[in-house]
C-alpha cells in the first residue's frame, strides 16, 4: 500500500468512527454503565496486518536508534456482523529497550507484532460485556 493511500486510509477511518461515535456516544461514566444493561458480544472473526514504514533518518533514544516503525492494522468482527479497527504505530525501541538491545530491530517489532496477533487468536471466539471484561479474560 502506498504511504498517500494508507494516510488517505487512516484519515477516512478516523473521519467515520468519529461520525459513528457522534452519532452513538458510548458513555464511559460508571453510573451510565449501571442504568443501562450491557449486550454480549462475541468475537466470531479477527485479521491483522503491517506495514513497515522507513523513517527519514535514524531516530534515537534510550541508547538505541530505529530506523522504521511498523504500522499495524487488526480486524475485529462480532458474530452479528458488527466490525471494527485499531489502527497502531509500533516500534520495540520505545516499548521495551531490552528487547530492542537483544535482537536486530526487525525481530524486535517481528516480537511485538506476533504478540498481537495472538492477542488476537485467544481473542477469538471469546465472548464479553466490556471491553475490561475481554481483557481481564
Known sequence: MKSNSRRSFIKTSLIATTATALSNPVSLMASSVN????????????????????????????????TEIWQSVNYLESSSGI???GLCTQNVLWSDAKVFANHSES???????????????????ESFTTTVELLDN
Open 35 to 66: 442504568q443501562k444493561k450491557m449486550k454480549n458480544i462475541k468475537i466470531a472473526r479477527v485479521d491483522s496486518n503491517f506495514e513497515r514504514e522507513p523513517l527519514i533518518r535514524p531516530f534515537g533514544f534510550k541508547g538505541g536508534y530505529m
Open 107 to 125: 525481530g524486535g517489532n517481528a516480537l511485538m507484532y506476533a504478540l498481537s496477533e495472538k492477542a488476537l487468536q485467544i481473542a477469538e471466539g
Open 83 to 85: 466490525h471494527e479497527i
